[in-house]
């Protein structure tokens, strides 16, 4: 069965730095594209960024450019997001999805991310 864990969220201080796994397995993880989502209290998903199965290839948001890096270990089956200079704004919940946008089938369960100020 397909399974994608999230881990590594937090609370965090304005300005500060945190980093996100998302823990594979059930499916040939470098055959598929990958997607970190984010849903913010009371708002709607946001796609924060999007890794291609050969890493050559990859979105952000403009809400997270530059401060924001998504990876992938595919000998690891994991993905990741490297989230620097952390802002209020960046609190959400943090899903990782197998694919992109309306071509997502999978999705984890989240993790929450806090940013005070």
């Known amino acids: 069965q397909v399974q994608l864990v999230e881990s590594g969220g937090g609370l965090v201080q304005n300005g500060g730095s945190l980093r996100l796994s998302c823990a594979t397995s059930g499916f040939t993880f470098s055959c598929y594209t990958l997607s970190w989502v984010r849903q913010a209290p009371g708002k709607g998903l946001e796609w924060v960024s999007v890794i291609n199965t050969g890493s050559g290839s990859t979105y952000y948001a403009d809400s997270v450019k530059g401060r924001f890096t998504i990876s992938r270990d595919n000998a690891k089956n994991t993905l990741y997001l490297q989230m620097n200079s952390l802002k209020p704004e960046d609190t959400a919940l943090y899903y990782c999805?197998?694919?992109?946008?309306?071509?997502?089938?999978?999705w984890g369960k989240g993790t929450l991310v806090t940013v005070s100020s």
């Open positions: 999805a197998r694919g992109s946008w309306m071509a997502t089938d999978y």
